[in-house]
């Protein structure tokens, strides 16, 4: 197991409904990736926390929410979605996103939009 | 000139084989080329990397060749088994893949689906 976890792995939901993805990481790191994994798309990096920090927003629609309250867990809040938000969204974590560290990745949630 | 361009898209492979899967890239600001396998079900995991500094690295049955003259590396999977039969995506990143906010930013391939045949 990669040390990092993702609930919940699946998740169904409607266009009005408000849920959050949550990500937790065991392996002392310090910073925290949100992707999305379309299929014939390259991963899409979402947003990026360093030490809790948001250092990135790659321009992500403002019905994604993410927060960090601390390096070991990470959160995606999610409202008023669309159906092509549809996804596996795949949270990972790396030592630092300032230097190259490998990074290790859950297994994802499995988002479908109705 | 952020892109990383992957092929084959899939790739079918007899047990026993060589599966062969090639990536380019644009960048030559990029210094560091890592291969992901991901199963399904799972996230992608780290497989094997390569800096330009050489150009072939080996673990087990898996090796990078580089080529930085074209621009190109690519993984090779000697003796390719069932149990290889993943989706493998190829990646680069590097100075030139820094963001504002000096994240070294992984630009990713599409991902090539390799079957490996019993």
């Known amino acids: 197991e990669t040390g990092v976890t993702q609930t919940p792995r699946h998740l169904v939901m409607g266009m009005t409904n408000k849920k959050s993805l949550k990500c937790e990481q065991h392996l002392g790191h310090n910073a925290m990736y949100w992707y999305k994994q379309s299929a014939k798309k390259p991963l899409e990096l979402m947003f990026v926390y360093n030490f809790k920090e948001q250092t990135e927003n790659n321009s992500v629609p403002s019905r994604f929410s993410p927060e960090c309250p601390n390096s070991s867990h990470l959160f995606l809040h999610l409202h008023t979605l669309q159906p092509e938000d549809s996804a596996l969204y795949l949270c990972?974590?790396?030592?630092?996103?300032?230097?190259?560290?490998?990074?290790?990745f859950g297994p994802g949630t499995r988002l479908t939009v109705l | 000139q952020q892109q990383v361009k992957q092929s084959p898209q899939s790739l079918i492979v007899q047990k026993g084989g060589i599966s062969i899967i090639n990536c380019a890239y644009e960048?030559?600001?990029?210094?560091?080329f890592p291969w992901y396998q991901q199963f399904p079900g799972k996230g992608p995991a780290l497989l094997i990397a390569i800096r330009p500094d050489v150009s072939e690295k080996k673990e087990g049955r898996f090796t990078i060749s580089f080529n930085k003259s074209a621009k190109q590396f690519s993984l090779h999977i000697m003796d390719s088994q069932p149990g290889d039969s993943a989706t493998y995506f190829c990646a680069a990143t590097g100075l030139g893949a820094r963001n504002a906010g000096n994240n070294r930013k992984l630009i990713w391939g599409l991902g090539t689906s390799l079957a490996v045949n019993p």
């Open positions: 960048n030559t600001a990029f210094d560091y």
């Open positions: 990972a974590s790396s030592q630092d996103s300032a230097t190259w560290d490998t990074q290790y």
